[in-house]
């Protein structure tokens, strides 16, 4: 079962909007969310992260937004940028143990010039 | 420091024959993963050190497959008699607790196996 879906295969914005990438999970015990890029033929990069008891996490043009009640996140990139064209991970994990990353299946973004 | 290192890039192989991989974490990273993904998926867990000390293995991680770190440094990962439905891209990744800073990913070996 996907603990951690990314309903979204792709998405589209236009140079200087705003892209905004959802992520919901099942279980109720992780308590730490992170997302990752991914650019071809490289392995994922970290982006940002946030724990479960916060609701907002910011880091430049990279927002990440939790609402545990309805166990959803986003991730907001505002301006986009043509660079910023790759596939986002969501994953979560539970803090103590080994850390192990539980992904979403991704998120392809292109922005357009 | 390099980052996580990852060899061979790509490994092409018959059914049947075995394959090595080695990772070469950063130095200072207690902690070493191995993840496999697949064609449209997020990677996938699969074993997990800590120095030289095995931790965690996934139940995806068959009888074929095994994992070694020696001396807490570089780890091998080997897959005996592969099957087609072994092919995919295989992620090293490292870090030091707490996570919360990420783990650095290597860039991965493509394993297609004919």
């Known amino acids: 079962d996907q603990q951690v879906k990314q309903n979204s295969p792709s998405l589209s914005v236009q140079e200087g909007r705003i892209s905004i990438l959802n992520c919901d999970y099942t279980?109720?015990?992780?308590?730490?969310f992170l997302w990752y890029k991914k650019y071809p033929a490289e392995g994922p990069t970290f982006l940002i992260s946030i724990s479960s008891i916060k609701d907002k996490n910011e880091d430049g043009r990279f927002t990440v937004f939790l609402n545990k009640s309805a166990k959803h996140l986003s991730l907001h990139i505002v301006p986009s940028q043509p660079g910023d064209s790759a596939v986002y991970f969501c994953?979560?994990?539970?803090?103590?143990?080994?850390?192990?990353?539980?992904f979403g299946k991704g998120t392809k973004l292109t922005v357009n010039p | 420091d390099t980052g996580v290192s990852q060899n061979p890039r790509h490994k092409i192989t018959k059914r049947g024959q075995n394959v090595t991989f080695r990772c070469d974490p950063i130095?200072?990273?207690?902690?070493l993963y191995w993840y496999r993904q697949t064609l449209g998926q997020g990677p996938e867990f699969l074993t997990y050190?800590?120095?030289?000390?095995?931790?965690?293995k996934s139940r995806l991680l068959s009888d074929r497959f095994s994992a070694e770190r020696p001396k807490g440094s570089f780890s091998t990962l080997e897959i005996q008699r592969t099957e087609q439905g072994d092919s995919a891209m295989y992620l090293c990744?490292?870090?030091?607790?707490?996570?919360?800073?990420?783990?650095?990913f290597g860039s991965g070996t493509r394993l297609t196996v004919v």
């Open positions: 130095s200072e990273h207690n902690r």
């Open positions: 990744a490292s870090s030091s607790p707490p996570a919360n800073y990420g783990y650095t």
């Open positions: 279980n109720s015990m992780f308590d730490y």
């Open positions: 994953a979560a994990t539970f803090q103590g143990g080994s850390e192990k990353l539980v």
């Open positions: 050190f800590q120095n030289e000390a095995q931790l965690e």
